[in-house]
């Protein structure tokens, strides 16, 4: 079954990760940007602790444990996936030559086992064996320079070493980037069908949850937002949830309604029978794998403090992103976008359609509001804190840039 509008709680990965497990917003576990001081209480719902307590064993394929040291708890088996492939994470064929093994091992036992596959990651660089799909010269002057933007931001320092391993330079085109993470997908789908194939020699695809999803999206040129997980737009916030359960998820099922990742724990919970501790926010999937209801959802909402401080609510045919600060992408305080008419989100009506942003603010605040209330926390937490990994884009500009 695939959910249709499944969308991240909280960006990028820490965050999402850590609502993921918690079953909680950011919110309430407190773990509101990448690479943050903040750490996870220990008195916080944990998804890998409660299925080890209920006798499953548990292990992670993820780099994450390395990070933070709260990605560990639970987990009775860790394999840390960084420092390989040219320091950017184990590929696919690494990781995988790590799980198959495990899973041969340990299939006829209650398992849990998470893989966080890394190949769809900036730097995308697929192996020779997977299409690039893109046709034409990149580098060709007659083409738009759409990577001109790019030249003035932090971010052109950062994928330089990538770019340079790239057998075009003086790339004008962003859609040959493009073609290359559409190959980094298409190479963790092979790893994916690697991994699906040995659980079928194992015996137990049958009778084995499968869920497939990932922390964020990918934003590529748009927004002033270049081959990277931040921002509030749909490119970034929308993510893929597929759930197999068989005897339950009909093939090629959908989902229409609402759902996201402060829903992953109690959904699988709620598949096995187990009690959804009263902590957790989110609400079990489970009724609507075999074709019942999703949760009834009017909004959702959305947060970053990592690159930028901005919080966001959508609705089936609205957005409305509010900052909290400075952005460094020069983007207004507000923008607001009608889905229906702009589903790419190019065109900011909140200049122009003041009232209609207005009431789409007093939703997102009344529901920032209560969720402080409920947590017993004095005010929002974006507000009290600032951008984490932003600050080195901060210095850079300090430092005069790519005059420096």
């Not at 075009?168 to 559409?182: F, H, K, S």
């Amino acid at each position: 079954m695939t959910f249709e509008r499944f969308f991240a709680t909280a960006v990028p990965t820490q965050p999402s990760f850590t609502t993921m497990y918690t079953g909680q917003t950011s919110i309430a576990h407190g773990i509101i940007s990448h690479k943050g001081d903040v750490g996870l209480d220990e008195s916080a719902p944990w998804l890998p602790s409660i299925l080890r307590s209920e006798g499953f064993t548990t292990a992670a394929f993820c780099c994450l444990p390395r990070y933070k040291h709260w990605f560990i708890r639970g987990f009775e088996f860790v394999v840390d996936s960084t420092s390989r492939h040219e320091d950017y994470g184990y590929t696919a064929e690494v990781l995988n030559s790590r799980a198959v093994p495990w899973l041969r091992e340990h299939a006829d036992e209650p398992f849990f086992m998470v893989m966080h596959y890394w190949d769809p990651h900036t730097p995308y660089l697929p192996p020779d064996r997977f299409p690039t799909f893109y046709e034409g010269d990149p580098t060709d002057p007659a083409l738009p320079d759409t990577l001109a933007p790019l030249k003035g931001q932090y971010f052109s320092a950062m994928w330089d070493p990538w770019f340079r391993k790239l057998p075009y330079q003086g790339i004008r085109d962003a859609e040959y980037i493009v073609g290359l993470y559409d190959g980094e997908v298409r190479h963790s789908d092979e790893g994916v069908g690697e991994l699906l194939a040995s659980l079928g020699e194992s015996g137990h695809a049958g009778d084995t949850l499968v869920i497939l999803t990932s922390d964020h999206g990918e934003l590529f040129y748009r927004h002033d937002i270049f081959f990277d997980h931040h921002g509030l737009y749909d490119g970034n916030i929308r993510c893929p949830l597929i759930v197999r359960l068989p005897g339950v998820t009909l093939p090629g099922s959908r989902a229409g309604g609402f759902a996201q990742h402060h829903d992953v724990a109690p959904s699988v919970l709620g598949t096995l029978d187990l009690d959804v501790p009263e902590a957790m926010e989110g609400v079990s999937l489970a009724p609507a794998l075999d074709g019942r209801d999703a949760p009834e959802r009017g909004f959702v909402v959305s947060e970053e403090c990592t690159w930028q401080k901005k919080w966001a609510i959508r609705t089936e045919s609205e957005k409305l992103i509010v900052s909290r600060g400075p952005d460094l992408h020069q983007r207004p305080p507000r923008e607001l976008y009608d889905l229906a008419a702009d589903p790419d989100e190019l065109h900011d009506l909140a200049g122009s359609q003041p009232a209609r942003a207005d009431a789409l603010q007093e939703r997102l605040e009344a529901w920032i509001a209560e969720r402080v209330s409920h947590n017993g926390l004095h005010g929002d937490p974006l507000a009290a804190a600032d951008i984490t990994l932003g600050k080195k884009w901060e210095e850079w500009l300090a430092d005069g840039g790519l005059t420096s």
